[in-house]
């Protein structure tokens, strides 16, 4: 079971990757926050991460990657931003950058590349 956490504050984005990704076969958590996603994290195991960077609350999606990486070292890493660029963040070496807009299909092809 590929399970992949989705998280990103914009409602209608989430919605949409959660919908692709459990087309594809994936099993899907979803968070609104890092936050969120970071409590989600101490029950239960993943094994893909796809998020958003800026989100309110206390941690981004750069923190939660960097989390992630730590708990889970096998997990797939996937972050978004239309904003941050690659070289004003710390991601995890082994954490990929996607630039929004993104089209979803190269998002499934990725995860799936990462399992």
């Known amino acids: 079971m590929r399970k992949v956490l989705v998280v990103d504050d914009e409602i209608l984005i989430r919605m949409t990757v959660i919908d692709a990704l459990e087309e594809a076969g ?55 931003s239309g904003r941050i660029r690659t070289d004003e963040i710390e991601l995890p070496p082994t954490a990929e950058f996607l630039t929004k807009p993104y089209e979803i299909d190269l998002l499934v092809k990725r995860l799936k590349a990462l399992s």
Do not use: C, K, W, Y
């Not at 094994?47 to 960077?53: A, E, P, R, S």
């Not at 941690?59 to 989390?67: F, I, R």
């Open 26 to 80: 994936f099993v899907v958590i979803e968070a609104g926050t890092a936050d969120e996603a970071m409590d989600l994290i101490e029950d239960q195991t993943i094994h893909f991460l796809f998020t958003d960077i800026q989100m309110p609350g206390q941690h981004s999606g750069v923190d939660l990657a960097l989390e992630v990486a730590a708990r889970f070292p096998d997990a797939g890493i996937i972050v978004a």
